[in-house]
Structures are given as C-alpha cells and as structure tokens.
C-alpha cells in the first residue's frame, strides 16, 4: 500500500510538471495529433487563421457626408452707424442750457443756441434794400416804353424826310437831321434796357443779402442732424463759439455696424445681401446682413474691408466692441468627425484613416472646414466612408485591420 501511495505521488508531480512548464510541447503534440485526424480542414483553415492572427484591431465609425454652409469667419468690431461732430457755422456765445452726454436725441432737436446779437436788424436792412430795388421796376420799364415811342416816332420822320428828299421837296440837311435823332433814339432804348437790366440786377443782389441774414439768423440755433445719443455734453452756457467749434457729438447706433476685413482668399465667397451672424465679447449673439465688401484691398493687410449691418432697438450694442463674425457662404457636403481621428501621413498631410474593401486600412487627406464643440467638420471624403476612430496610429495604408464598428453619436 505504501509503494502505490508513493507512486501516485509521483505520477502528479510528473503530471504538473509537463502542465506548467512543458504545456506548449503537449499542445503541439496535441495539434499534431489532431492534424494527422483531420488533415484536410486544418489545410483549408491554416491560412485564415494566419491572417486573422496578424490583423490588427481597430474601432471604427461609418460617416455619411451632410450638407452644411461653408461661413466665412472674421473677427472684428461694432461700428455706430452714423458719427458726426456737429459745429458752429458762426461766431456768437451760446444762451442755452447744455444737454450731457447719453442723452437720447430727435432729429432737429436744438443742441446749441447762440446769441442772436444785430443779425436780426440786418435782416430788416437787407430785406428793406430789396424792397426799394423792386420799387424801381416800374420807373426803369417806363423809361424803357418811352425810348421804344421815341424810337417809332424817329422813324416816322426818318421815313418822312427821305421821301422828301427823293422828290425834291426837303433838304438834305433835314434827312441827315432825322437819321441823327433815329439813332439817338435807339441809343436810348439800349440806355433803358441797361437800367431796367441794373434794377433787376439790385433786386438779385439784395434778395441774396436777404438770404444770407436768414441763414446768419439760423446758424444762431445748431441742431441734432439724425436721431441718436449725444456722446458728449453740448457747450456750456455762455461759451465762445466760433466757426468749427464743437457743439457737440452725436452718434446713431440704431442700427449699427459690424465691421471686419476678409483675407483675399475668401473674399469671392462673401455676397452683399447674405446673411451675418456674430457674437459679441459680452456673449450676445446678433444677426444681419452684409451690407459692403469694399472693391480696394488694404495695402498693408491685402484684406478686404466688410460691413454687416444689425438692428439695435434696445441699443444693447455699444460702439467698438470685439465680435466673432460668420458669413454665411455656399453650402458643402461635410463629415463630422471627433477631433482625435485626425492624424497625419508619411509626407505629413492632415487626414483620416478608414477601413477599405477587404478590411485594409486606406489613408484620404481632408479639408478642415469648421471646428465645434461636438467636433470638426471635414471636407474631401466620399459620400460615405468608415473612419477609423481607436486605433488609426498603429496601422499604415495597405495594413489588414480588424474593425469593431460603433454607433457615430458616441
């Protein structure tokens, strides 16, 4: 009994032995075994294993191109749709109270009033010389009608003493006398002409006087020229105004403008009229049109300059604050991809890799068009196509791949 205990003991120990430090050899003698049984469907199953041992196991998602537009994106700055700096046309000082700045104004509201000072009997002298040259009208039009009656009547008797003169009748003396008061005659119609031309002449320069006290008279009352915020305080009361001083500025920011310059690659894709979009360094998102693309290139920059126009009812837009512009373009078909499947080409081209027939991976270099939260946008792939996702940094094109497909939301 004790003989048979001890050579089941070694039995065992041979037993573990082979299992743990000679388990390749049994395998293999095992493989053999079962290869000479069956040495047809190990011949036919010897290469697909082979293969399968060396593809290599990737994680890829199959895309479908989308339609997206192509915007143009700029980075620029609101512009107040209208600045002017409103001055004084005259010299006068200032009789009004002043208005401060942010206040709200109306197109004509008074902004500056000046002292009136003689401008106003200036007017009365100017208008009151017009009135006296148009009172010599009727005395220069009657001198005028009498030159035209003498003028007729010397020719009565220039007519007169030639007949007579051909007859026999008169002197010769009388028909030289009767052509000098003819011409004498004339003489005085073009004198009367001359007058009448004079007094009209007067009455043109005085109603000009006239016109020129008016617009005297108005410049002594400066006015808002379009609805909008006064951006700085009018003039104090009692100030000096001379011709080009400041009244005050006035800016209009209903609407406003926003204002960025496109790089002259891009600037065929931009249309007057499209649609705008942009937001604002507050957060704010504003929309618009494009209202300008300027025809000339900035020649330090060789960029095109844009403007978007946008509505600001609630003036909720200031001036000259930083804004993300996109320019709505041509749409194109598109992929959206996780960033990480981006990867890079012996020659060092941007683009992805993706499971062709046969499952070998296959290289397409791509366009990047938009870069979002929820990834990048790329252009340059078939209508259709598996992107590989996990994996695309250990295989090269030509490589066999063994794909595990996930759903294109995860």
């Given at each position: ?381 078939p209508e259709t196509v598996d992107i590989i996702v996990v994996g695309q940094e250990f295989v090269t094109s030509g490589v066999s791949v063994k794909p595990t497909y996930r759903d294109a939301a995860k």
């Amino acid at each position: 009994m004790r003989l048979i205990s001890i050579v089941n003991a070694l039995l065992v120990v041979v037993a573990l032995f082979l299992l743990v430090f000679e388990r390749d050899t049994l395998f293999a003698i095992a493989g053999r075994a079962e290869a000479e049984a069956s040495p047809s469907s190990a011949d036919e199953s010897e290469g697909s294993a082979s293969e399968n041992r060396n593809a290599i196991g990737v994680v890829a998602v199959r895309s479908v191109a989308r339609e997206i537009d192509s915007a143009v994106l700029l980075r620029g700055q609101t512009k107040a749709n209208r600045q002017v700096e409103v001055l004084a046309e005259t010299t006068s000082t200032v009789i009004s109270e002043p208005k401060r700045k942010g206040t709200f104004v109306e197109s004509g509201d008074l902004l500056c009033e000046l002292d009136p000072g003689t401008r106003p009997a200036s007017l009365a002298e100017a208008m009151a010389g017009k009135l006296e040259a148009e009172s010599r009208i009727p005395e220069a039009e009657a001198r005028l009608e009498e030159a035209h009656a003498l003028v007729a009547e010397a020719q009565i008797n220039l007519t007169a003493a030639q007949k007579l003169s051909e007859t026999g009748f008169g002197s010769e003396t009388r028909r030289i006398s009767s052509q000098a008061a003819m011409r004498s005659a004339e003489a005085g119609v073009k004198t009367a002409e001359a007058g009448l031309e004079a007094t009209r002449a007067g009455i043109e320069a005085a109603t000009a006087e006239v016109a020129a006290a008016e617009r005297e008279i108005d410049r002594q009352t400066i006015e808002a020229p379009f609805k909008g915020l006064l951006e700085s305080d009018t003039a104090e009361l009692g100030s000096l105004m001379q011709p080009g001083s400041l009244c005050a500025t006035v800016i209009q920011l209903d609407p406003i403008k926003l204002v960025g310059f496109v790089p002259e690659a891009e600037v065929n894709r931009v249309i007057v009229g499209s649609e705008a979009s942009a937001q604002l360094v507050t957060g704010l998102q504003v929309a618009g049109r494009v209202t300008f693309l300027s025809r000339s290139a900035d020649e330090t920059t060789r960029t095109f300059e844009v403007e978007i126009t946008v509505p600001n009812p609630e003036l909720a837009i200031r001036d000259g604050q930083t804004a993300d512009i996109r320019i709505s373009a041509e749409g194109a078909k598109a992929h959206l991809l996780p960033q990480s499947a981006l990867t890079l080409n012996k020659e060092g081209q941007v683009g992805v890799r993706s499971v062709g027939q046969g499952d070998v991976a296959d290289f397409f270099p791509v366009e990047l068009l938009r870069d979002t939260s929820e990834g990048v946008w790329v252009g340059g792939l078939p209508e259709t196509v598996d992107i590989i996702v996990v994996g695309q940094e250990f295989v090269t094109s030509g490589v066999s791949v063994k794909p595990t497909y996930r759903d294109a939301a995860k």
